[in-house]
């Protein structure tokens, strides 16, 4: 989010402001992170460097750029830069916008604007509509910051007029370098390293969080006199909560390791267990939600292939709705999961198949499945002899090979004697019985030596 000021910028103590704002990138080659669209050819550097403002949206969790990016981008055009809070705000002050836009554009300077809104998933439809027309007039450029998938909180009105910007949760390195610059500053004094990465981890991506906390931290070691932060003095001062869960350590993935073997060991209890205790110690419910559907599809997979939807629509569920109402549906998830029948076959097949492509050749598509758009291609023979499956009886063309000529049946997937996999692999059973004797029929018939 922040990098190190021009030398001009006086001491945080001096001005008590808030060391977020001290840090404030004043340049884009300052900003920390978010490389994948500031970064050189990336798409929100070359809006920058167009020199032409366009309407956006940036949507990302909470401390990663999305102010410090708008006003960066009013600097760069040298624009009129007017903030509405969408917690606060209301019409009134889109009105009140609009009439400094209309002054500005009017005005000797003829000035353009740029009006941003922060939390613009706060504003209902109507008050969302009321930018409408003086985006598509031109009057002024629109950048709304959400923490929310816009598709779902933006009307679609606006959303079609605005370009969307996904910004990611900052790095460990991206929060160590900004914990450097604090320092080089002297706005904290030393921190040992374990200490720094505890603080990194506590942060959990967002440097908002980080420098409000390295700002208690100095406070309270200067009043202490200490020469140097320590991990068992940061531990005192930030209370139980970071004692209990060491975030991005040790015992976060112990946990989550926990909750994982407990949905794989089929016991809602304990799996409901260590997801509370994740919750309860700060995990971000995405992150959890996201593990929720890796388990769905390496322990359940076809056994219940409802399991993967499920989890899918928890993780939805949350989006929408936020805590703590949006961790129940998490709760409904891991139940089901740990209850539901369980099959890693899929999960085994993959990476078999990965394996074997790894080491393999390239071998070629066989004729008789290649396209032939062309009328050249199929005088080339290409998709000679396919067979249309739907065409056969049972929509099933016995004996035919969809394999590379010369590759070995690898027998990637064997399902589990589990839930519905029980009856795909009857199904699989009764196909390849069928293809074996297709193949021996047509080994018998006349000519087969000629066409094997």
Known sequence: ??????????????????????????????????QHVLGPGMPLRLAFESGRPHSCILWGPPGVGKTTIARLMADAFDAQFISISAVLGGVKDIREAVERAQAARDGLMQQRTLVFVDEVHRFNKSQQDAFLPHVESGLFTFIGATTENPSFEVNSALL?????????????DDLKQIVALAQSHQAVPAM???????????????ARKLLNTLETLAMAATQEKLPEITDVWLLKV???????????????YDTISALHKSVRGSDPDAALYWLVRMLDGGADPRYM?????????????????RALRLALDAAEVYERLG??????????????????????????????????????????????LRNAPTQLMKQLDYGKGYRYAHDEVDGFAAGERYLPDDMPEPGFYEPVERGLEIKIAQKLRDL????????????????SAENG
């Open 1 to 34: 989010m922040s990098r190190k000021p021009s030398d001009s910028t006086p001491s945080p103590l001096g001005l008590h402001q808030p060391l977020a704002e001290i840090l404030r990138p004043r340049t884009l080659a300052e900003v920390v992170g978010q």
């Open 160 to 172: 079609s007029r605005a370009a969307v910007y996904v910004l990611q949760p900052l790095s460990a």
């Open 192 to 206: 040992e390293s374990i200490a720094i990465d505890r603080l990194v981890a506590y942060a959990d991506g967002d």
């Open 238 to 252: 930030l209370g139980e909560r970071m004692r209990r869960y060491d975030k991005g350590g040790e015992q976060f």
């Open 289 to 305: 939600a996201r593990r929720l559907v890796r388990m769905a599809s390496e322990d359940i997979g076809l056994a219940d292939p």
């Open 323 to 368: 805590s703590p109402e949006g961790e129940l549906a998490l709760a409904e998830c891991v139940v089901y999961l740990a209850v539901a029948p369980k099959s890693n076959a899929v999960y085994k097949a993959y990476n078999a198949a990965k394996a074997w492509v790894k080491q393999d050749g390239t071998r070629p598509v066989p004729m008789h």
């Open 432 to 447: 390849r019985e069928r293809n074996a004797t297709a193949s021996a029929t047509a080994s018998d018939a006349p000519g």
